[in-house]
């Protein structure tokens, strides 16, 4: 999920998880501007709307990307001052994971991060995340999962009328029976196998059922393999 100060203590499969999670946030990023001001963020760095909705591990978020050509320390002390402006908050809490660096404050009963990298084309990135802990329900798969397939995060977001489901997840078992038994388990609910291909340690797989699609990049790890997941659906067939 995206850092809190609500984040426990992180294994190395869910910190990875977490980087993951910021490159498919910018990968869907469009290309309009939202506006500045939201979460008192300053005019001078432009936000970009993130879907209709999104859940992350079970707690409603409300996100908001940009890219910026400002020095990455200007635009931390633009916000941080922004945020520090109104005393009946809690104090803001500035945390340096490379090559994130993260503000975190809670305001009432929401809490909101801000964080920003170097970005890949020059500049700098970001996103800012509004977060409601106390709304959060426990995470439901849209597959079912075989057993040794461990969730580390799932992300539901819908926009333009399609549900989306992305899952990371880590299994204890090779890439080659970890991709049988998520395929075995697909075909007994009635989903078709359209591709499925090994190349060195890695396994591509994508299968699809009356309108719904799900795709799977299975990597090889030392002790077992990663697997991301994504499920796409019209909203009105969220049945499952």
Do not use: Y
Not at 57 to 74: D, H, K, W
Not at 125 to 144: H, M, Q
């Amino acid at each position: 999920m995206l850092l809190t100060q609500h984040t426990r203590r992180a294994t190395p499969a869910t910190r990875a998880g977490r980087w993951i999670l910021a490159s498919v946030i910018f990968c869907a990023m469009p290309a309009w501007a939202f506006g500045a001001n939201w979460q008192d963020i300053p005019d001078t760095i432009a936000l970009q709307h993130m879907g209709d909705s999104m859940v992350v591990n079970g707690i409603p978020m409300s996100v908001r990307a940009f890219n910026t050509n400002l020095p990455s320390e200007q635009v931390v002390q633009l916000v941080q001052n922004a945020w520090e402006r109104n005393k009946d908050r809690t104090s803001v809490i500035r945390t340096s994971m490379p090559p994130w660096t993260i503000l975190n404050q809670t305001v009432g009963k929401e809490h909101r991060s801000f964080q920003i990298r170097p970005g890949k084309k020059g500049g700098f990135e970001g996103f800012v995340a509004l977060t409601s802990p106390e709304l959060a329900r426990e995470p439901r798969p849209a597959i079912r999962l075989p057993s040794g397939l461990t969730p580390v995060q799932i992300v539901d977001s819908v926009d333009n009328g399609r549900s989306s489901q992305q899952i990371i997840a880590v299994s204890t078992r090779s890439i080659e029976a970890t991709s049988a038994a998520l395929e075995a388990n697909l075909k007994a609910a009635g989903w078709q196998r359209h591709v499925m291909k090994k190349d060195g340690n890695t396994v591509v797989f994508a299968a699809n059922r009356n309108g719904r699609e799900f795709d799977a990049i299975l990597t090889a790890e030392a002790r077992g393999a990663m697997v991301m997941m994504n499920t796409v659906e019209p909203v009105e067939k969220q049945d499952r």
